[in-house]
Structures are given as structure tokens and as C-alpha cells.
């Protein structure tokens, strides 16, 4: 089997506790397949060259697909793409010069200040985050643990409640661990929901319980941080690799579409379906509060899309139409603040066949009536590599959007207490 350089770094890199692996010289092509022939060209490469990572898939409704090549490749990538006449361009001309700008900063035990929406944090810094949380609003915020890792790092989380008998909105981040913006806008709605003026922000903390998990593939996540920038599955060791995608574990058509049964791919669905602790206690703790949940989000990176279940099918399922028109909804309300626009779609239409997922297992096996799955900033400029000056931006859009679909889920005939 030929091992491209992102195979070997992944081999080399996950096995043993070394240096940082530094991405200078590596660049990001912004690819457009404009011909009937490109998608296919464009697959046969993804499919026969593992040196190159595909950031999105080469799919007919891709307008643009994101490939990180290394200094070695980047001749052979252009000289590819000049062949079958595809137009590309550079976003990122030295991906390692833009990592140093990415902005991680420390946030310490203890102290009262918010955290900042300019840069991204640690896992140790965002569990610090909950901790000064749960001791400033005692009455108010209670801590949750809503699993364990692999390498035994509990998913902690919180829970806000202004008293008993209110029904639950979920929301989970972090699953893939490369995608930062996703626990950096969670935790901003957090913070939203315990200290902003707005009154349909205060209403809507108040109304309603808030389970809130902002990284749930904790070993994944300092892995990032620590390693391997672009880490996306957790770390279990599978052979001579490491990792399983979490977010192809879940036991809802398993392994059927969009994953892989090769350990060294990105979209390793693992060997069997919930074989992942991260999956199976986070999934046994959803359905232990199943019948109290009324809306569930899950956030992604990236796209600009709002993710309906399911990703096996491009039919129209379960309350399809009610949630893609409260999802549109929202989504104009997204737009608003800054012009951002996002589709809305089932995974399958969306995006492309994918199957399990968390938002499908949770639609289909705790029957919670509104599941969503956003992929947040951008479409084609940064990819996973969102600069810390969008995390505000996206975020208020985002939270903008939750307020929205609360009002339109209750105008629909949901989300009544």
C-alpha cells in the first residue's frame, strides 16, 4: 500500500509523544471544478494520492474543494489540476505562518473575567472556564459529566437551570477535534445565556434547562493543541494508527455511507458501532434525559450549512419540512447581523451521504423533535483554519440564530413547556 505524506504523518505522528509538527511551506488550494468531467478528476485524485488531505469531499453540488498539499506536492497538485483545465488558487500561501497567528490564549482557575472571543483556548483552560462558572452562578449553573475518553479525560460540561420541571435544549461541540470554532461558539453561548441584557437571550436561559457539552472528544481536541493541528478522530490506538471518527460511530446506519473502514482514514468509523467510549457514555447520557430534550445542536466546522437528520437518504423523513423551514427561518435571522448566508438541507442533500452521526441516532433512537447539525464559518477561504477575529463574529450570528429558532420552533407547535 503507497503511504502519501499525510498517511506517514499520521502514522509517525500518533504513535509516539514528539515535537509539534509544524506545517511550513504547506499551502491551501481553493479548487473549482467548473466541467462535467472535474468532480470525477478531482475523485480519482482524492482516491489515489493519499499525500494530498481533502479538506471537502469532490462532490456535484461542491462549488469549491479545499486541498492542503505539502511543499513537496504542491508541483505535482498544480501540474494535475493544469492538465484537466481546473482553476485553483492559493488561500493560504504558508499554512504554519498562519497557525503562528492563531491566537490560543490561557484562561486560569479562578478567575471572574469572561473568557475572550478573539482567540481559541485548551482544553485545560475551558474546563477552568466551567469550573469559575459553576462557583459564580452556584444557584444558577451545575456541573455535568457526560462521558469519559479513551485516555480517561471525563467530557465535562454544564447545565443551566433556573428551577425544576423545564424541558431541555442540548448542545454539543467539539466532536471533531480540529474544528476549534465549534467549542469557542459554544462556549459563547454559554455566556450569553448567564450574562447578557438582551431579554430574549434572558428569557430564553430562563425557560428552558441548557445542557452544554463544548468539547466532546476531549483527547482529540489537546491533541490539536498539542501535536498535530489538524487531528480530527480521538486517539484510541488501532493497529500501528491511532483514532476512530466519533462522529461516524454512532449506532445509526453504521458504516453505511461517507465513512471508512481503513484505521489510517480521517473517517474511520472504527470496529463496531459505539466501540468508542467517547460515543457509547455520551450517547447512554443523552438517553438518560432523552424525554426532557426538545431541541438538540450539534456544532461543526465547516460549510455554512444547517444540518438536518438523516444522512442515509435524500427523502424527506420523520418532521422533515417543519425542521427545514424552521431552520430557513433561522438562518435569515443568522444572515442579518454580518450577510452571512447558510443552506439548509437533510446531511444527505445537503452535503452528501453520511451516515452515523450523532444528530441521526439522536433523531431516530431518543425521537427528540428538532435536531440540528451546524457548519459553521467559512466556505472556502480558511477551512478548519478560522482566524481567532471571526470566532465574535460567528458567534453573535450563531446565537442569533438559536434565539430564532426557539421563537420559530414555538410557532410551529414546539418547544412549549
Known sequence: ??????????????SVLCEKFRFDNYSLYKVTPNKNNHIDVLRELQNSELKFD??????PNAEHVLILSGPNEKEILENYLKKYDIKSEITINNVQEHLDKEVVDVYKRGEQRS?????????????????????????????IVGGISYESRPIRGIKI??????????????????????????????NELLSSDDEETKSAARDYDWYIFPVTNPDGYVWSHEQFRMWRKNRRPIGSTFGVDLNRNWNNNWLRFGSSTNPSSDNYAGPGPFSEPESRTLSSYIKSIGDKIDLYLSF???????????????QPAANYHDAVNIGRRAMGALSVRYGT????????????????????????????PLVYCYELRD?????????????????EETMDSILELIHQAKRFGYMNN
Open 115 to 143: 473568557m475572550a472571543w478573539n482567540s481559541y483556548y485548551t482544553l485545560d483552560g475551558i474546563y477552568a472556564w466551567l469550573d469559575n462558572l459553576i462557583a459564580y452562578y452556584p444557584n444558577v449553573v451545575t456541573e
Open 341 to 368: 448566508p447558510y443552506t439548509t438541507g437533510n446531511i444527505a442533500e445537503a452535503i452528501y451521504l453520511a451516515t452515523g452521526g450523532s444528530i441521526d441516532w439522536v433523531k431516530e433512537f431518543v425521537q427528540v
Open 300 to 314: 461543526h466546522s465547516f460549510g455554512q450549512l444547517l444540518l438536518i437528520p438523516f444522512g442515509n437518504s435524500t
Open 379 to 395: 466556505r472556502t477561504q480558511y477551512g478548519f483554519l478560522l482566524p481567532p477575529d471571526q470566532i465574535l463574529p460567528t458567534s
Open 1 to 14: 500500500m503507497k503511504f502519501g505524506i499525510f498517511l506517514f504523518i499520521t502514522l509517525t505522528f500518533s
Open 54 to 59: 481533502f479538506w471537502n469531499d469532490p462532490l
Open 161 to 190: 437551570s433556573h428551577g425544576p420541571g423545564r424541558r431541555a435544549i442540548f448542545l454539543e461541540g467539539g466532536i471533531h477535534s480540529r474544528e476549534w470554532i465549534s467549542p469557542a461558539t459554544v462556549n459563547f453561548i454559554t
